[in-house]
């Protein structure tokens, strides 16, 4: 089932489903060189033999925050990612919920989501269980 957001034809046109596929891979590469650029620098971090005890906390606190950040960008990426196969498979634009039209506003906003507002707003709610890819 595509998208239904044009009107006149009944699905997402060629060139705006073309426009967030261009916006998705961009940012697709983006986040892969960022997870990569992040765990480099983990490891480096890793390498460095502290002496004292507050270069030791220092290198610590550091490790622990590229590891969060690397595990929020690696999340993202999946997302994107997951985005892209909508794409391919002609489900994008289509809340993984309950298949209503994702709001044209919502996708502009944040493209790799899978629900539509109703369903996001339950989710948070804890009304509803997250959907598995």
Known sequence: MAAKIDNLS??????????????????????????SRTEEDGRIADQDSAQDIADRAASSYTKEFLFSQSNNDRQLLHMVETALQRIREGEFGECVNCGSEINAKRLEAVPWTRYCIGCQEKLENGQLEEARE
């Open 10 to 35: 009944g699905h997402m046109d060629k060139k705006k489903l073309d426009t967030f596929k261009k916006r998705l891979e961009e940012r697709q590469q983006t986040l892969r060189k960022t997870v």
